[in-house]
């Protein structure tokens, strides 16, 4: 039981080159979230999956694309990055959005040059 | 008003020590209440719930003053591992969780 994995763990873009960050959990859980974390600013909420096939818009969404093809995976795609999307990308999943108990990866150190 | 506020630290304490972090949020709709730690370069992991009516886990004690808007997170008898970042998490707008940015505390030898 992996709980929450991540992919890459470190990445360095050059500013308007694209990737992608996948997150799986073995969990079942039917959330799934993509969270940055930047100093002194706390964890914001990018984007968010209620379950298969459907994705919602968090926090600050700009720049950011996903998609929940699979219940047991969540991709974060850059299209086109920039310097300020240098950051700690986090991917979390629970049982239900509230309430319940978020399980964290263990995060991908961006950096956009 | 933002949506939480928390003390970002540092808090140096002696081992042994007894210390308290409170936590501000200004979504009074606000149904759920936590405690995340984050270690240095790792992922937020959950320290405890906080229940209305204030709960306890060993060392660590949480509260909850809806009246005034704060939670509160004490430990006592402070250990060298509990050297982390706590982060204070309430349900927030939109029905999301959202998250402080975290009371940095170290507990010295």
């Known amino acids: 039981n992996a709980g929450v994995t991540q992919t890459p763990k470190f990445r360095v873009l050059k500013t308007g080159q694209s990737m992608t960050l996948l997150c799986a959990q073995d969990m079942n859980h039917e959330y799934m979230y993509w969270y940055r974390q930047d100093p002194g600013m706390g964890l914001r909420l990018i984007h968010y999956s209620v379950g298969e096939g459907t994705t919602a818009k968090g926090e600050v969404p700009d720049g950011y694309n996903v998609s929940r093809l699979k219940k047991q995976n969540f991709l974060l795609g850059l299209e086109s990055a920039a310097p300020s999307q240098t950051s700690v990308y986090f991917c979390a999943s629970s049982y239900s959005r509230q309430g319940y108990e978020q399980y964290f990866g263990p995060g991908t150190r961006l950096t956009v040059t | 008003r933002k949506e939480v506020e928390q003390d970002p630290g540092p808090f140096n304490v002696p081992e042994g020590a007894t210390v308290a972090f409170n936590c501000t949020y200004s979504n009074s709709a606000s149904q759920s209440f936590f405690w995340y730690r984050q270690d240095c370069r790792k992922e937020p992991k959950l320290l405890m719930s906080v229940y209305s009516s204030g709960n306890e886990d060993g060392r660590f004690t949480a509260q909850l003053n809806r009246a005034s808007q704060y939670i509160s997170l004490l430990i006592r008898d402070s250990k060298l591992s509990d050297s982390a970042t706590y982060l204070c998490?309430?349900?927030?707008?939109?029905?999301?969780?959202?998250f402080g940015s975290g009371t940095q505390l170290t507990v010295l030898p």
């Open positions: 998490v309430f349900s927030g707008s939109a029905r999301q969780l959202t």
